[in-house]
């Protein structure tokens, strides 16, 4: 009995398997976790495409998600579904349907969540969503064509609360704003809570959004909660938000506005009632952007304390996060708004966003006044300055982000330590590209919960601030800084700190006797570097080398063979040191006569010949921004005064090792032409290439590098080698037609002179 009982089920569990494991036809299935995926096959005879006309009857047990889709679009399909009561959310995507009809979701209708997704149908009838009593949430995105949009199509929804369109797209009038004020009209259903309509299209390149229009049919905005109008083609929006949708409590306006025209304004107005909403909670305006002429001067952010001379602002009672990153504002006439103070009497503002903040006049605002803040950005927002208590009232920050800005000067002569003595909690400070040129030592002495902090981008020389309270550190950003090493102290910090990761990137670090014990250290400590291949250090040469790849026992073993070579010499040093100043005594009233004479002799030297046989005149290094001039005008004029190059555009052989190529390059020239750019001063190919030649140049006793400034650059980010080459000689291109052709001359003949070239193969 117990063995047909044992086949009986055996048979069972098989014919489980076998249905659960069958596909309709023209369909190949599979199980994607808990979603059951149908991709259309198409079966091609070589003269059409037979269409895909199964009826889906049939899913795996327990697979609650349906989702159908066609790889190819020329491929029809007919959906039919029979009694698939178990799918709650079904996804159609990329199917090439001729009509989203009455029948299309029939032996379907418990679905709670559709989504709808590159269809070709063309339109909606009133009785499209047949039978879809418990929907709750319909997704139609990337339609290309629509042609019709029945204003009752949503009728038949009456279980839903969330609508989205996104991308849809028509060469008529169909979705306009218009239309969809009427097909919200159309919605039956007392639970609608979220509408997002993104990116809609019309055919209309600009338009008015009246927020009071849009949901003047029917009254689902008085239930609303959320809404998201993004990346329209909208030129102005108005209305009344605190009385057409007074339940709201997400707003996103994200890069809607586009303003084309010069005298196009936003008004002002709008956004002063939004942030005085009583029940929203988010507003999200982020890209946002209005026609800015060119900003004067003094158009800046500033931040105060004081509110007695500003438009006061008091915020919503549940206002808890605003964002304006990418904001262009363009102030309104008729609301000018230059001044103004956020009043946050419920103290529930916990995030803000200003970064990238621009306007047509300088704003000035009294953030500090919102003591509940834990979240502020205000990077890139040409930030102007301010008090150094200003932040005393924001002790409830845990980010705070003011990149980006001219503060360095703040931030440098805060000898007392006031700017954030009093921010306990804040676990992640931004100070990078802020000009700060130094850090008083006990700065961040108070911030005892900091998470991450960077001061990359500044003008750092050392960096020696307290970080033994940092127990919780974890990064620490110093790269891009002009740092040659990290103090004895320092490291000794950072040691003490469990897991921290550092990136000191993009500095002029040093691997030199003088500094073995940070390059021993680099190797030893147990703290992680970031952006290791990014990260050089300069020899004996000048040369950049990667630090991680610099053997320390090494340089630690050749800088005390050298010690006894510095003692056998010192004497001899003092010697001649102290008889030439004896003979620059005894010449000082000859002095005018010594000056010339040694001019002459310079000059001379200058002109002597070379013993050396190169190949090349000279080697050209360049950044690739300065390829066209390169190229079109400096080899050109070269050539036609036969002096003879070498680039590694055109001269390099593929497949070699280009630190070897460029070195093998530098050896063969009589001179290195260095092309600087603003380019150049970022690029590490260049610099490499500099100090490989300054090294030849210091090898040789005699100058064989000729800088030429081909656009202008701040002086303030010249490297000390650079300033050191520039120091002596350099040619300067220029507009003028009478300039130019004197640099043409100077430099070719430079190029001519002080050596032998051997000659050119045939």
Known sequence: MSAVVSLLVLIWLLGVGRSAGACPEGYGCKTERDTYVLTCKSF???????????????????????????????????????????????????????????????????????????????????????????????????????????????????????????????KTNVVTYE???????????????????????????????????????????????????????????????????????????????????????????????????????TLNVTGLSGTVPKTNSDAGFRLTKDCSQSTNITLGARFRSMSFSNLNLVSDSATPLSRFCLIDQNRTLKYIDFSNFRSTSAITTSLPQLRALEHVDLRNVSLRGFAKDTFDNMTNVRVLLLGNNAIGNIVS???????????????????????????????????RRLQRLDVSGNKLQRFHVDLYAMKTLALLNLSNNTLRSLSANMRRALDEIAAVKVDISGNPLQCLCNNTDFVEWTHTTKVQFLNKSNTFCFDKNNAPVLLFNVDGEALMTECRSNTGWYLTVLLPLGIVFIGGLMLICAVYRYRAYCCSRIHVYKMSSDDKVD???????????????????????????????????IIHQRDFLPGSVLEDSIRESIDKCRYTVLILSPDFLSSNWCRLEMHLARGRSDSRGRDVIVPIILREFPMSKLSPTLVAILEKSYLKWGDNPEEQAQFWDKLITKLKRGGNIKPMET
């Open 44 to 170: 091609n005879d070589r003269l059409h495409l037979w269409p895909v006309l199964s009826t889906i009857e049939d899913v795996p047990i327990g697979v609650s998600h349906l989702k159908i889709k066609c790889r190819n679009h020329r491929v029809e399909v007919k959906l039919s579904f029979a009694n698939l009561t178990n799918i709650q959310i079904l996804t159609l995507e990329h199917l090439n349907i001729s009509s989203c009809g009455k029948d299309m979701f029939r032996g379907i209708t418990n679905i709670s969540h559709l989504t709808m997704n590159k269809l070709t149908c063309k339109g909606f009838e009133n009785d499209s969503f047949n039978g879809l009593k418990n929907l709750r949430s319909l997704t139609i995105e990337h339609f290309g064509e629509l042609t019709h949009m029945h204003k009752d199509v949503l009728a038949p929804l009456v279980s839903l609360q969330s609508l989205s369109f996104r991308d849809v797209r028509s």
């Open 179 to 281: 239309q969809y004020s009427r097909i919200l009209g159309g919605i039956s259903s007392k639970h609608f809570q979220s509408l997002q309509l993104y990116v809609v299209h019309s055919n209309s390149r600009q338009e008015t959004l009246n927020i009071t229009d849009l949901f003047r049919h029917g009254s689902v905005g008085y239930a609303l909660k959320r809404l998201d109008i993004g990346q329209h083609n909208i030129v102005k929006i108005i209305g009344s938000p605190a009385k057409t949708l007074p339940m709201l409590e997400h707003m996103s306006l994200s890069g809607t506005i586009a303003v084309a025209s010069r005298g196009s304004r936003l008004p002002l107005q709008f956004w002063m009632e939004m942030l005085r909403h009583p029940r929203l909670e």
């Open 413 to 447: 002569n805060d000898t007392d330590s006031r700017i954030f003595h009093k921010h306990y909690n804040l676990q992640n400070l931004d100070l990078s590209a802020c000009q700060l040129t130094e850090i008083p030592y006990n700065e961040f002495s108070n911030l």
């Open 611 to 645: 013993p050396v046989v190169y190949e090349r005149d000279a080697f050209i290094c360049y950044s690739s921004s300065d390829r066209a001039w390169v190229c079109n005008e400096l080899l050109i004029r070269l050539a036609d005064g036969h002096v003879s190059t």
